[in-house]
Protein backbone atom coordinates (compact mmCIF):
# COMPACT_ATOMS: atom_id res chain seq x y z
CA UNK A 1 0.00 0.00 0.00
CA UNK A 2 1.19 3.35 -1.27
CA UNK A 3 2.87 5.17 2.03
CA UNK A 4 0.77 8.61 2.34
CA UNK A 5 2.65 11.67 2.55
CA UNK A 6 1.68 15.30 1.97
CA UNK A 7 3.12 14.71 -1.86
CA UNK A 8 0.93 12.35 -2.61
CA UNK A 9 -1.95 12.40 -0.10
CA UNK A 10 -4.96 12.96 -2.79
CA UNK A 11 -3.09 9.97 -5.03
CA UNK A 12 -3.40 7.28 -2.06
CA UNK A 13 -7.19 7.06 -1.50
CA UNK A 14 -6.78 3.30 -1.04
CA UNK A 15 -6.97 1.44 2.24
CA UNK A 16 -7.53 -2.30 3.44
CA UNK A 17 -9.88 -3.27 6.11
CA UNK A 18 -7.93 -4.19 9.00
CA UNK A 19 -11.24 -6.53 9.88
CA UNK A 20 -12.71 -7.94 6.70
CA UNK A 21 -9.66 -7.63 4.52
CA UNK A 22 -11.43 -5.70 1.58
CA UNK A 23 -10.08 -2.64 -0.22
CA UNK A 24 -12.28 0.66 0.28
CA UNK A 25 -11.73 4.58 -0.17
CA UNK A 26 -11.81 7.11 2.24
CA UNK A 27 -13.30 9.84 2.32
CA UNK A 28 -10.28 12.25 1.92
CA UNK A 29 -12.18 15.12 1.97
CA UNK A 30 -13.58 14.61 4.95
CA UNK A 31 -10.35 13.63 6.91
CA UNK A 32 -7.39 15.43 7.89
CA UNK A 33 -4.16 13.90 6.55
CA UNK A 34 -3.43 12.53 10.85
CA UNK A 35 -7.16 10.78 10.72
CA UNK A 36 -6.57 9.26 7.21
CA UNK A 37 -3.22 7.79 7.81
CA UNK A 38 -4.86 6.43 11.10
CA UNK A 39 -7.92 4.89 9.46
CA UNK A 40 -8.17 1.12 9.93
CA UNK A 41 -11.82 -0.13 9.42
CA UNK A 42 -13.75 0.66 5.90
CA UNK A 43 -17.15 1.12 8.21
CA UNK A 44 -18.19 1.09 11.75
CA UNK A 45 -19.99 -2.17 11.05
CA UNK A 46 -16.07 -3.87 10.64
CA UNK A 47 -14.85 -1.18 13.59
CA UNK A 48 -17.57 -2.30 16.45
CA UNK A 49 -17.29 -6.25 15.08
CA UNK A 50 -13.69 -5.51 15.48
CA UNK A 51 -13.93 -4.32 18.67
CA UNK A 52 -15.79 -7.15 19.86
CA UNK A 53 -13.17 -9.71 18.83
CA UNK A 54 -10.81 -7.55 20.91
CA UNK A 55 -13.01 -7.54 23.96
CA UNK A 56 -13.03 -11.14 23.43
CA UNK A 57 -9.92 -11.82 23.76
CA UNK A 58 -9.82 -9.33 26.74
CA UNK A 59 -12.36 -11.37 28.86
CA UNK A 60 -11.17 -14.81 27.60
CA UNK A 61 -7.43 -13.90 29.87
CA UNK A 62 -10.12 -12.71 32.28
CA UNK A 63 -11.53 -16.13 32.48
CA UNK A 64 -8.76 -18.29 32.56
CA UNK A 65 -6.82 -15.41 35.16
CA UNK A 66 -10.11 -15.94 37.27
CA UNK A 67 -9.66 -20.19 36.59
CA UNK A 68 -6.32 -20.50 37.80
CA UNK A 69 -7.02 -18.19 40.97
CA UNK A 70 -5.24 -14.76 39.98
CA UNK A 71 -5.99 -11.54 41.25
CA UNK A 72 -7.86 -9.33 38.78
CA UNK A 73 -5.25 -6.83 37.73
CA UNK A 74 -5.69 -3.39 39.10
CA UNK A 75 -7.98 -4.71 41.88
CA UNK A 76 -6.67 -3.64 45.62
CA UNK A 77 -6.11 -7.31 46.32
CA UNK A 78 -3.54 -7.55 42.94
CA UNK A 79 -1.89 -4.08 44.15
CA UNK A 80 -1.67 -5.48 47.62
CA UNK A 81 -0.14 -8.51 46.38
CA UNK A 82 2.38 -6.85 44.22
CA UNK A 83 3.64 -4.90 46.71
CA UNK A 84 3.75 -7.63 48.85
CA UNK A 85 6.32 -9.37 46.33
CA UNK A 86 8.17 -6.95 45.86
CA UNK A 87 8.76 -6.06 49.30
CA UNK A 88 9.93 -9.55 49.64
CA UNK A 89 11.75 -9.41 46.54
CA UNK A 90 14.07 -6.62 48.17
CA UNK A 91 14.64 -7.70 50.95
CA UNK A 92 16.34 -11.27 49.79
CA UNK A 93 20.12 -11.37 51.07
CA UNK A 94 21.08 -11.22 47.08
CA UNK A 95 19.10 -7.79 46.62
CA UNK A 96 20.27 -6.28 49.35
CA UNK A 97 23.73 -7.15 48.92
CA UNK A 98 23.79 -5.95 44.98
CA UNK A 99 22.09 -2.91 46.34
CA UNK A 100 24.92 -2.50 49.09
CA UNK A 101 27.40 -2.63 46.76
CA UNK A 102 29.93 0.08 47.23
CA UNK A 103 30.08 2.27 43.35
CA UNK A 104 32.77 3.13 42.13
CA UNK A 105 33.99 6.60 41.64
CA UNK A 106 33.06 8.29 38.82
CA UNK A 107 35.77 9.30 36.42
CA UNK A 108 36.81 12.63 35.14
CA UNK A 109 35.82 11.69 31.86
CA UNK A 110 32.53 11.03 33.29
CA UNK A 111 31.71 14.00 35.10
CA UNK A 112 33.22 16.06 32.35
CA UNK A 113 30.77 14.63 30.25
CA UNK A 114 27.66 14.96 32.38
CA UNK A 115 28.25 18.54 32.79
CA UNK A 116 28.64 19.20 29.72
CA UNK A 117 25.17 17.49 28.45
CA UNK A 118 23.41 19.16 31.59
CA UNK A 119 25.38 22.85 30.99
CA UNK A 120 22.25 25.49 30.24
CA UNK A 121 19.26 22.94 31.78
CA UNK A 122 20.00 22.67 35.62
CA UNK A 123 18.70 25.62 37.77
CA UNK A 124 21.95 27.76 38.96
CA UNK A 125 21.05 26.58 42.81
CA UNK A 126 21.42 23.25 41.96
CA UNK A 127 24.86 23.29 39.82
CA UNK A 128 27.09 22.68 42.39
CA UNK A 129 29.19 19.69 43.86
CA UNK A 130 27.65 17.74 46.66
CA UNK A 131 30.69 16.33 48.78
CA UNK A 132 28.66 16.40 51.98
CA UNK A 133 30.79 13.52 54.18
CA UNK A 134 28.04 12.00 55.80
CA UNK A 135 26.57 11.14 52.16
CA UNK A 136 29.35 8.28 51.69
CA UNK A 137 27.69 4.73 50.98
CA UNK A 138 29.41 1.79 51.50
CA UNK A 139 31.39 -0.49 53.44
CA UNK A 140 33.02 0.74 56.95
CA UNK A 141 35.13 -1.23 59.41
CA UNK A 142 33.14 -1.05 62.69
CA UNK A 143 35.76 -2.48 65.00
CA UNK A 144 36.70 -5.95 63.23
CA UNK A 145 33.13 -6.35 61.46
CA UNK A 146 32.44 -4.99 57.74
CA UNK A 147 29.35 -3.47 57.62
CA UNK A 148 27.18 -1.40 54.77
CA UNK A 149 25.73 1.68 55.68
CA UNK A 150 24.51 4.23 53.66
CA UNK A 151 26.07 7.24 55.33
CA UNK A 152 29.25 7.93 57.04
CA UNK A 153 27.53 9.25 60.21
CA UNK A 154 25.43 6.05 60.18
CA UNK A 155 29.32 4.47 60.34
CA UNK A 156 30.05 6.72 63.27
CA UNK A 157 26.49 5.97 64.90
CA UNK A 158 27.27 2.59 65.00
CA UNK A 159 30.90 3.42 66.51
CA UNK A 160 29.16 5.02 69.21
CA UNK A 161 26.62 1.76 70.05
CA UNK A 162 29.81 -0.20 70.41
CA UNK A 163 31.20 2.17 72.68
CA UNK A 164 28.34 1.88 74.71
CA UNK A 165 28.17 -1.66 74.77
CA UNK A 166 31.80 -1.39 75.89
CA UNK A 167 30.60 0.90 78.98
CA UNK A 168 27.51 -1.56 79.36
CA UNK A 169 25.28 1.11 79.26
CA UNK A 170 23.10 -0.87 76.18
CA UNK A 171 23.13 -4.54 75.61
CA UNK A 172 23.06 -4.84 71.71
CA UNK A 173 22.27 -3.21 68.29
CA UNK A 174 21.70 -3.82 65.15
CA UNK A 175 21.29 -2.07 61.84
CA UNK A 176 18.17 -1.37 59.82
CA UNK A 177 16.87 -5.19 61.54
CA UNK A 178 12.97 -4.26 59.59
CA UNK A 179 10.54 -2.29 58.50
CA UNK A 180 7.33 -1.12 59.98
CA UNK A 181 4.73 -1.38 57.59
CA UNK A 182 1.78 1.04 57.87
CA UNK A 183 -1.21 -0.87 57.02
CA UNK A 184 -3.88 1.52 56.84
CA UNK A 185 -1.87 3.35 54.23
CA UNK A 186 -2.19 2.38 50.29
CA UNK A 187 0.06 4.54 48.68
CA UNK A 188 3.13 7.22 49.51
CA UNK A 189 4.95 6.45 51.99
CA UNK A 190 3.85 2.64 53.41
CA UNK A 191 6.78 1.69 55.62
CA UNK A 192 9.82 2.97 57.58
CA UNK A 193 13.17 0.88 57.44
CA UNK A 194 15.18 2.79 60.95
CA UNK A 195 18.46 2.34 61.02
CA UNK A 196 19.23 0.98 64.38
CA UNK A 197 18.02 -1.39 66.97
CA UNK A 198 19.13 -0.72 69.91
CA UNK A 199 18.67 -3.70 73.17
CA UNK A 200 19.06 -1.81 76.53
CA UNK A 201 19.89 -3.25 79.74
CA UNK A 202 16.16 -3.94 80.75
CA UNK A 203 15.53 -6.03 77.43
CA UNK A 204 13.45 -2.82 76.84
CA UNK A 205 13.95 -1.70 72.68
CA UNK A 206 14.34 1.73 70.89
CA UNK A 207 15.17 2.54 67.54
CA UNK A 208 17.72 5.35 66.37
CA UNK A 209 17.30 7.41 63.37
CA UNK A 210 20.33 9.13 61.81
CA UNK A 211 19.04 12.33 59.96
CA UNK A 212 20.95 15.34 59.26
CA UNK A 213 18.24 16.66 57.21
CA UNK A 214 14.36 16.26 57.64
CA UNK A 215 12.56 16.05 54.36
CA UNK A 216 9.14 16.04 53.87
CA UNK A 217 9.03 12.39 53.64
CA UNK A 218 11.61 11.60 56.81
CA UNK A 219 8.66 13.40 58.50
CA UNK A 220 5.86 11.66 57.76
CA UNK A 221 7.45 8.66 58.20
CA UNK A 222 7.77 9.72 61.91
CA UNK A 223 4.54 11.26 62.16
CA UNK A 224 3.00 7.69 60.73
CA UNK A 225 5.12 5.64 63.57
CA UNK A 226 3.89 7.83 65.99
CA UNK A 227 0.76 7.05 64.93
CA UNK A 228 0.53 3.37 64.21
CA UNK A 229 3.26 2.26 66.82
CA UNK A 230 3.04 5.03 69.80
CA UNK A 231 4.51 2.34 71.63
CA UNK A 232 7.47 2.19 70.16
CA UNK A 233 10.31 4.42 71.49
CA UNK A 234 11.91 6.49 69.02
CA UNK A 235 15.63 8.14 68.84
CA UNK A 236 16.12 10.91 66.40
CA UNK A 237 19.89 11.60 65.95
CA UNK A 238 19.96 14.63 64.50
CA UNK A 239 22.69 17.07 63.49
CA UNK A 240 22.47 19.01 66.30
CA UNK A 241 23.00 15.76 68.60
CA UNK A 242 25.75 14.00 65.91
CA UNK A 243 28.26 17.22 66.08
CA UNK A 244 27.87 17.61 69.93
CA UNK A 245 28.83 14.05 70.02
CA UNK A 246 31.50 13.90 67.35
CA UNK A 247 33.12 16.79 69.40
CA UNK A 248 33.18 15.02 72.09
CA UNK A 249 33.93 11.88 71.10
CA UNK A 250 35.08 11.33 67.69
CA UNK A 251 38.63 11.85 67.70
CA UNK A 252 38.54 8.96 70.73
CA UNK A 253 36.54 6.75 68.75
CA UNK A 254 37.91 7.27 65.37
CA UNK A 255 35.11 8.44 63.48
CA UNK A 256 35.53 8.77 59.88
Same mark, same amino acid.
Given at each position: ???????????????????????????????????????????? =??????????????????????????????????????????????????????????????????????????????????????????????????????????????????????????????????????????????????????????????????????? =?????????????????????????????????????? =???????
Amino acid at each position: MTTITKENFFKATYLICQHCKKQYTNNIKKYSISQYKKSKYCSI =GCAGKAKMVIDEHSNRGERYRRKKGMKKQGSPEWLELIRGRTSEAMYKPETQQKLRKAKQPMTIETKAKISKALAGKMPKNMMFNNNYGHFRNGDYDINGKTIYFRSGWEANVALYLDFLIEQKEIKSWEYEPYFFKFDAISHGTTRYLPDFKVVNNDDSEEFWEVK =GYMDSKSKTKLKRMAKYYPDVKLVLIDSTYYNDLKKKL =GAILKFY
